[in-house]
């Protein structure tokens, strides 16, 4: 079942510090983490994360993640959305962390949930406002690929042509060798 790994990693209650043990609630819904002592139940909730897809001087914008998971690997901006955080506030904070640039969400491209992970993906399109593209404290580099050199880029986690009907309107969609290869979203821009 989706997301049981997760439930091996915690042992004890965020409340009281009772041990935590498996049980099932409510038939047809996945175990939960009960506390034994103060029946405190500890759902497993999804983490929201942003991508800002960043069209530049004829291409996009990308970094080179200086973190794992993926170190090394090039991958659009993005990141988790704090508690409180707006969404599109979040594209603006990590594109800023990660880029030095601010953007503007233009649209939101999709939203992506997988079966096997928890986070889901917001991608937003933005818009480029100020600032001088360089790589952030969790980026090695970023820069821009042009749209032919996408499907070039073997240590391209984002993104990798496939099936392009032409350079004007490409299709690109995730691929990650070795990080997390059920992430597959298509992109249009």
């Excluded at 170190?71 to 990141?79: A, K």
């Excluded at 603006?92 to 889901?120: F, G, K």
């Amino acid at each position: 079942m989706p997301g049981m790994q997760d439930l091996a990693t915690y042992k004890f209650c965020p409340q009281c510090g009772g041990r935590l043990e498996k049980r099932l609630i409510k038939p047809g819904e996945p175990q939960r983490l009960v506390c034994t002592a103060c029946g405190f139940i500890f759902y497993l909730d999804p983490k929201l994360s942003v991508i800002a897809v960043i069209p530049l001087d004829g291409g996009v914008v990308l970094v080179r993640r200086a973190i794992n998971p993926g170190y090394g690997l090039w991958v659009v901006p993005g990141g988790f959305v704090e508690p409180g955080e707006v969404m599109e506030e979040a594209v603006v904070r990590e594109t800023q962390e990660e880029t030095y640039l601010t953007v503007r969400p233009v649209r939101l491209l999709n939203i992506y949930s997988y079966r096997d992970h928890r986070t889901i993906i917001a991608a937003y399109v933005t818009e480029y406002v100020s600032g001088e593209l360089g790589a952030g404290d969790e980026t090695l580099e970023a820069r821009v690929f042009g749209l032919k050199e996408l499907s070039l880029a073997p240590d391209c986690l984002f993104f990798h042509q496939r099936g392009a009907a032409g350079i004007s309107n490409p299709v690109w969609a995730v691929s990650s060798p070795g990080c997390a290869p059920s992430l597959r979203p298509a992109i249009r821009l």
